[in-house]
Structures are given as structure tokens and as C-alpha cells.
């Protein structure tokens, strides 16, 4: 089979996602797989090449052989793409055993088919009619949709009774299963404001930028990450390609952005950026992947704040309009009771004791390679060969307990007392989703609400009546919005007229 290089990751989130798969099993139900993508020369508009554009991305990360069956004047360009992110994958001549069909115009080409459309807000998915494209500058709805189509496919392939959405029309503005009202059809999106921050460029936030980019918008936005792009990021990013292994995340997102909108990369931690920049921000998009790092941007205090994530089989967006009001992000992410440091957990898992704690710490905080010493500790410990743990001895600590421990390379997904899921592998489409959706609510332009939101959608069933709800306060008051300090702080900055209460 024509596997991408970085398989194994893709098989973590796979084996996550579903849970009771593991690689040999994900490989065997791809093989002999071939999946269609048809978009007919007569549904071509502007929406259709957007939803094309963010499903060839994602197909091509999974799935090692496609027909992709388009106008001529893109067969050219979306194989040199998909070939650019999964060097193996073969464009098929053969039957497809399942496909994706955007837009009207196609004969159903297979029995097992995804139809997908949009019109500006909204996406719409349905298994057994085509459905339209618009074609507005609002890439919202068409992106949402390929995310949809995508979830689909991935349960068609690996759940033997699969819930699919049938007959679905999503709004990204409402964040509801419903037509967007038409006061804001296709409306034209908010400009960037330049004081917009996006924190943390990972898959998450390179989906924020791939929808941004395309939404016709204007202005800076902020793009906030300290780290380079490693080969196991291919399996989600939907921006990366193989050349871009070992680049800034940063410079990859800026070099995406485009019509208008302009990107100001800084390679840092948040709390080494707003140092230096300042804490004065009116807006910032958190698609970071921590709950320590969250609460770090709320203490920032900016005036506004949507935050996505994603966990196993689950994805969602927060908005948090005004501090004080509602739940604010610190509140989502409170600690309810005592966790292990850093430094413990990773000792733990690698069947060291406390008398290492020291020595890990410092290793993290450097970023080094653990010494062949302390890797034969850990050979001993787990009972694993020291040949499974060479591939890690020029590689920093904390990629031997992701990859190795919570990413199955050193022990089996399913060893007792593995972590296997203390660090989260979130399929493609599930954090371009989340990325989509956090991107949606930035630029609906809604800045006037007080009631803090969340939105979940689960990635391995059909969407949820209700999936946005309000969001209340923490209970416990410990939080940093009961903070008389933080609120006024608050105020002062933003000139509100009074402080919530």
C-alpha cells in the first residue's frame, strides 16, 4: 500500500478515535480501498474549490490510493498537492469502493457515496442526493463541509454499523444544525482586527488560518508559537507538507495568508510574546493543547476570547465575549483535583522513580536528549529492548514519552499502565474542524454578547440537536473571574463602564 511516511500517527488517532483498532488492524482495512473524489465541471464555483482544496487535504492523509475525478484545470494541481503530502499515494484508475461527490452534475458513481455542498454560513452533507455549492467569498461553510465529508468516509471505513449525517445543514455562525437566518447570508466576514492574536499554530490553528486566509478578510493577525514542524505533524496539519519538516510553525501559517489579511509570525512561547508585546489585546483565538496554557492566556486578560479543542472521538469551540460574564476560559480548564507535575508523570511512565524527577525537569527545560545511562534505566524498567529506544537517543525527553510511551513506538497502545491516552492524537478532520468552526466564530464579527458559549460536536456520530449551550461560571469561586483584582484590572483596560458583577 502506498502509506504516507508518517503512518504510525496516523494509525495512533485512528486506533483513538475508535477505539479496540490498532495499526495492523487500520491497515488492513485500507487495503484494497480506493476512494473517489468527483466534482463536476458544471458545480464549479468559488465554494466547491474551497471544500475540494481542504478534502484533498485531508484525504491524502489517511488514505493511500484516490481517483480524483475534477475539472482538467485542477487535475494538475490537487495531485501535485496530495503528492507533496503523502509522497506513496497512488491516483487510481480502478473503481472506487467509496467516494465523496461535491456539488451536483455527478452520477453517483459507487453505492457507498458522501454528498457534500454549501451555501456561504452553512454546510450541508447528505448520503444519498447532491447538493449545491454557492458561491460567495464566505469559505465556512464549503470548509465545514469537507470536514463533514471526511468524518463520514472515516466511519463508513471503520465501524461496521456507521451513524452517518444525512440530510444535514450546519450553520458555522449559529453553530447549529439549521439554516443560518437570512440577515447573514453569505455576508461578507469581519476584517482583522490588528490586534487579534492567534496562540498556537498546531493543526488546530493551521485550519484557522487555512479558512481565514480565504475568507477575503483584511488585516494582522498575530501568529503565536515557539515550535518547528515534525514529520508526525503531517498526519492533521492541514497546511504542512513533507518540504515543510523542520520549519517554523509560524512562518508556515504566514506564508498561507493572503487576500488582504496579513500575518505577523512570532516564534515564542505566550508568555515570552505578551512580555515583550504586551498584554493589550482585543482579541485571541487559543488552539493551543493544554490546560496550563489556556489559563495562561486568560490571566493575559484579553477583551475576547475563542478557544478550540479536541479529545478522543470529541471536538469543540468556547467563546468568552466579556471576563466576568459567564464562564471565561480559566474556568473550563480548572484543575478538580491534585495532578501529578510534569516531571512525575513522565517518570511514571517511563517505570522511573522520584529520585529522577530532577533530572527530567532539567531535561524538559532544555530540550535535550536523555544520556544512553538514563535510557538503559528505562530499557530495564519497562522491560523493553535498548534497540526499540535507540531511535530516541538524539531526540529530546519529552518525544520519547510522546511518541514512544503515548505513541505506542516503545510500548504496546494496549500495555497495562501505558498513557495511551495522556497525550491526544486527533484525526485530520477532527482538528480541521475545530479549527473551522474557531475561525467562524472570530469572523461572524459577534463582539456585542456576554454569555459565554461552547459548542461540542462528537467526530463518530451524527451532530447533536443542541450541540452550543451556555456556559456557567465555575462554582467553586476559585476561579480568577471572582477575582476582585483581575476584574478591575479588566475594566481599566477596556474602558468598560462598569465592572461585571
Partial sequence: MALPPYFHRSAIAASQALGGFDESAIKDRLEGQVVGLH?????????????????????????????????????????????????NIEFSKAE???????????DRPVESTVYLGSRGWDARIDTANPQAFGDSDNPFGAGAAACFAAANLF??????????????????????????????????????ASDALLVG?????????????????????????HETLDISNLQRYVLAEMDDVGSQKVEIANLQLAN????QPHLAQFSTFVEEYGYQWGCALVAVDSAQARR?????????????????????????PQFGAGACLACLYLPQESVDSEDRLIAKALGLGEEHELQIRQLLHTGEAPPEAFLDQ???????????????????????????????????????????LNVHVPVAHQSAMAGVLLAARYASGDRSGRESLVSRLDVTRPVSQFPTQPAAKDPSGRCICNDR????????????????T
Avoid at 472506487?96 to 455527478?106: D, H, K, M, Q, Y
Avoid at 444535514?168 to 453553530?175: A, G, K, N, Q, Y
Avoid at 492566556?297 to 479529545?311: D, E
Fill in 39 to 87: 466534482l463536476a465541471e458544471s458545480a464549479l464555483t468559488s465554494e466547491s474549490r474551497v471544500a475540494l482544496d481542504l478534502t484533498v487535504r485531508l484525504v491524502s492523509r489517511l488514505y493511500p490510493s484516490i481517483v480524483l475525478d475534477v475539472p482538467n484545470e485542477l487535475s494538475a494541481e490537487y495531485e501535485a498537492m496530495a503528492l507533496r503530502i503523502n509522497p
Fill in 296 to 320: 495562561e492566556v486568560q490571566a493575559s486578560l484579553p477583551r475576547w476570547i475563542a478557544n478550540a479543542w479536541t479529545q478522543p472521538g470529541d471536538l469543540g469551540v468556547s467563546v468568552h
Fill in 378 to 420: 528505562v530499557s530495564e524498567r519497562l522491560s523493553v529492548p535498548p534497540d526499540v529506544l535507540e531511535p530516541f537517543n538524539s531526540k529530546p525527553l519529552r518525544d520519547l514519552y510522546v511518541e514512544g510511551v503515548c505513541g505506542g513506538l516503545v510500548l504496546p497502545l494496549g500495555r497495562v499502565g501505558a498513557p495511551g
Fill in 201 to 225: 499554530v498546531g493543526a488546530i490553528g493551521q485550519a484557522v488560518v487555512w479558512a481565514l486566509s480565504r475568507a477575503r478578510g483584511s488585516g494582522v493577525l498575530h501568529l503565536v508559537d
Fill in 96 to 106: 472506487p469502493s467509496v467516494a465523496i461527490v461535491l456539488g451536483e452534475g455527478t
Fill in 155 to 192: 466511519r463508513k471505513l471503520f465501524t461496521e454499523d456507521p451513524l452517518l449525517d444525512s440530510g444535514l445543514t450546519f450553520s458555522t455562525f449559529s453553530m447549529s444544525p439549521s439554516e443560518t437566518a437570512t440577515d447573514f447570508r453569505n455576508a461578507r466576514v469581519e476584517p482583522v
Fill in 260 to 263: 488582504g489579511l496579513t500575518g
Fill in 485 to 500: 483584582d483581575y476584574l478591575d484590572r479588566y475594566t481599566h483596560k477596556y474602558r468598560a463602564t462598569t465592572a461585571p
